[in-house]
C-alpha cells in the first residue's frame, strides 16, 4: 500500500512507537519493530514521498534517484543484502554495477577501482608499478580500521549504564583511527602524491578533504565497496515500498506531509510528538530519524536538551557539506549513447586542498570535484521502465552560505537571480560531463539543478547538508547512542552510525536491537519464516576482505553482550 496523507486524515488509534522521519534509517527502525516484535508504529515525514534519500523524484519520461547512487555489500559478510530482504520483506532486488565501479579521473588520467582485493591492487598496480606495497600497506589501514568499527557502533545499542561500565573498552579500538585524519593515517605509507589523490579518490561520499576526514569514515566507505557496488532493480523507490508493507503488517502506518514540531517531553520522559498544525500524537517511544541537530537542537525543550550536554557539542561539530545535484534526461538509450553504469569521480589537476578552499570561498572557482552517476544504465529494468530514454546525474559540493539570500523564498519560485545563478553552475557541471562523455553534447533533453535549498526544503536539514553531521575525527568521540539521556527517546540514522544509505540501515538495526534488548548478531541471523531472501541479479559471495563500510567491519559478528534486565518503562504497548 501508498503512504497516507496526513493533509486528508489524521492518524487513529494507539501506537507502541512514533518514529520522526521515513529516511532509511526511520523505515528499517519501524520494520524491524514491526517484523520482530509485532509493534504497531506510525511513520511521519514532512515530504510529500517516503524514503528521505532513498526517494525518487520523475519528469514525463525520466526517473531520477536523489540519493542512493549505488551500495556496497550487498552479498557479502556484512549481511547488507540479507538485512535490506528483511526491511523489504525481499521486495527490493540489486544488480552487480560493472566490474570497474569507480573510475578516478584526475586531469587527463583515470584510474579504475575494480571490484575485489586483488583485482583492485593488480588495476592500480598496473599504473604505479613502484606503488605495489604501498597500496598493500594502505588497505591493510583500511581492513584494521574497519574491523574495529563493529565494537565501536555496538555499544550504541547498550542501555547507557551498561555502555557507561564497558563502552570505553569498545569505543577504544575504532579511536586508535577515528581521531587521525585520512593525511594522517594515509601519507605516512603513500609516499607518491598521485597515487594518494588516487588512493583518496572517493572523498566525495563523505564530503570532506583528506586533511579534515576522520580515517574512520573513509576506512568505511573504502572497504564498503571493494568487493564492487550494486544498485536496486526498478529504482531505490522499492525500499521504501517494501518498507511500508512490512510497517503495514504490524498494524503501523506512513503518513507522508506529516510535519513534527516538536518532541512532547512529560514528567522527564517522551510522551509522543506536536504536529505543525498543533495536532498531539501519543506514544510510549519515540524514535528520531530527523538527525541529532534537528532533534536536540528543535524538537526537543530547551530545558531539556541542555542538561544533556549534546546540544553544545553538535554546534562545534557542525553539519557536514551540502551539494549541487544536476538531472539530465536524454531521448536515446544508454547502449545508443555508449553509457555503462561505471561512476566518474572527477578532479581538476593540481593541490586539492587548495581547490577545495577555493570554492568554498568562491562558487565561480573551478569545480574541485564533480561525481558523475549514470542511473538508468545501473537499473536494467529501466529501459524497460522508461523505453528509449537515459538519465545521467552531476553532482558537486555547495555552501549554504552561497543561497542564504534566497533562504526565505519559496520552493520554484525564488525568483529570476536565483534561476540565474543555477543557470550557470548548470552550464558548467555540463562542461566537465561533456569533457568526459562527448558524445552527450547536444543532446540533453530536460536539465534540472538541485541546491542546497532543495534538500532543507524537502528533509529539514537547516543547512542543506548531504551527509548529516560532518565527518571529522571529533564527531566520533560524541557519546551518541540509541537510547538517549530522555528516557523513551531513541535515535536512528546515519548520525547513529555512518553516511550513506547503508549506514542508516545499520542504524536502523542498532535502534531496534536497543528498543527490543536484543543482540545485533540474534537480529541479523534470525530468519522470518515465509520471507526467504530473493535470488541476486549475478555474481557470488565474495571472499572476505574483513568487512567493511559506510557499516562497520563484523556487526554481524559482534560478540554477544551481556543482558541488562528489562526496566518496567522500557516495555512497548499502547498509548499512556
Known sequence: MAALSYKRKHPEGAWDAIVIGSGMGGLASAALLAREAGRRVLVLERHYTPGGFTHVFKRPGYEWDVGLHYVGGIDGPERIGAL????????????????????????????????????FVDSLSAAFPAGRASIEAYLALVRQSAARGGPFFAERALPPLLGKLIGPLLRAPLH???????????????????????????????????????????????????????????????????????????GGEVYTNAEVSRILVERGRARGVEMADGHVIRAPI??????????????????????????SRLRAIGPSIGHLCLYLGFRATDAELGLDGTN???????????????????????????????????????????????????????????????AETRWKKRGDAYDAFKARLTERMLEVLFTQRPQLRGRVDHAELSTPLSTKHFT????????????????????????????????????????????????GLITTAAILQHSLPSLLRHRVSGTPPKPRVSGTPPKSFG?????????????????????????????S
Not at 462 to 489: D, K, N, Q
Not at 550 to 572: M, N, S, Y
Open 84 to 119: 535490506f530482504d528483511r526491511v523489504t520483506n525481499g521486495r527490493t532486488e540489486w544488480a552487480r554495477m560493472p566490474e570497474c565501479y569507480d573510475r578516478i579521473v584526475l586531469g587527463d588520467r583515470s584510474f579504475d577501482f575494480v571490484r575485489g582485493k586483488r583485482a
Open 176 to 250: 586508535r583511527f577515528s581521531d587521525r585524519t585520512v593525511e594522517e593515517v594515509v601519507r605516512p605509507v603513500v609516499k607518491d602524491s598521485l597515487l594518494f589523490d588516487v588512493l583518496t579518490g572517493q572523498c566525495g561520499d563523505y564530503g570532506l578533504t583528506p586533511r579534515e576526514a576522520s580515517f574512520a569514515i573513509h576506512s568505511m566507505v573504502v572497504g564498503h565497496y571493494l568487493h564492487g557496488a550494486w544498485y536496486p532493480i526498478g529504482g531505490p523507490a522499492t525500499i521504501a515500498e517494501g518498507a511500508t508493507e512490512v510497517i503495514e503488517s504490524g
Open 286 to 311: 519515540v524514535i528520531s530519524d530527523a538527525g541529532a541537530v534537528a532533534t536536540f537542537l528543535r524538537l526537543l525543550p530547551h530545558e531539556i536538551a541542555e542538561p544533556t550536554g549534546l546540544p
Open 344 to 406: 566518474l569521480w572527477v578532479y581538476p589537476p593540481g593541490d586539492r586542498e587548495a581547490a577545495f578552499a577555493r570554492f568554498a570561498d568562491d562558487p565561480d572557482a573551478p569545480l574541485p570535484v564533480a561525481y558523475i552517476s549514470f542511473p538508468s544504465a545501473k537499473d536494467p529494468s529501466f529501459a524497460e521502465r522508461l523505453p528509449g530514454r537515459a538519465t545521467v546525474e552531476v553532482i558537486t559540493l555547495a555552501k549554504m552560505e552561497w543561497f542564504e539570500r534566497w
Open 460 to 507: 529539514g536539514y537547516s543547512r542543506g547538508e548531504m551527509y548529516g553531521l560532518t565527518h571529522t575525527p571529533a564527531r566520533f568521540r560524541l557519546p551518541l547512542r540509541a537510547e538517549t539521556a530522555v528516557p523513551g527517546l531513541y535515535l536512528t540514522g546515519a548520525d547513529l552510525m555512518s553516511a550513506g544509505v547503508a549506514g542508516a540501515l545499520f542504524g
Open 547 to 575: 568487512d567493511t563500510s559506510q557499516t562497520p567491519e563484523g556487526l554481524g559478528g559482534v560478540p554477544e553482550t551481556p543482558k541488562p534486565p528489562k526496566p518496567a518503562e522500557r516495555d512497548v504497548g499502547g498509548s
